[in-house]
């Protein structure tokens, strides 16, 4: 199972570190992912990174989101800059062995946080 903290609220502007870590094991030798979940919307990609801690971003984010392997905490963490009043959304974190051209698709990750609370303000 994976655990996922660090929402809460925010001002527009300002900044949110998400931490995603393992409550058994390592997150080694997975591809972990961030995604976020709009009210009645489907789960979408945000960042990835990779085995070899290659990364990937989703348009929406690319620039403002940063996703990095903590090797010390066997965590992966979101840091996520520059937040505007449409990033509000449950943010997820998940892992699984989907090939880089496939970061993006929900049905290939095994397991998944419980979802973290990002709200931010105007």
């Known amino acids: 199972q994976l655990q996922a903290c660090g929402g809460g609220l925010v001002q527009a502007g300002g900044s949110l570190r998400l931490s995603c870590a393992a409550s058994?094991?390592?997150?080694?030798?997975?591809?972990i992912s961030w995604f976020r979940q709009f009210p009645g919307q489907e789960r979408a990609f945000l960042a990835g990174?990779?085995?070899?801690?290659?990364?990937k971003y989703a348009d929406s984010v690319k620039g403002r989101f940063t996703i990095s392997r903590d090797g010390l905490k066997s965590a992966v963490v979101l840091q996520m800059n520059s937040l505007k009043p449409e990033d509000t959304a449950v943010y997820y974190c998940?892992?699984?062995?989907?090939?880089?051209?496939?970061?993006?698709?929900?049905?290939?990750?095994?397991?998944w946080g419980q979802g973290t609370q990002v709200t931010v303000s105007s």
């Open positions: 990174t990779g085995t070899g801690r290659s990364t």
């Open positions: 058994e094991g390592t997150l080694s030798g997975y591809v």
């Open positions: 998940a892992a699984g062995r989907p090939v880089y051209s496939a970061y993006d698709q929900t049905t290939l990750y095994y397991y």
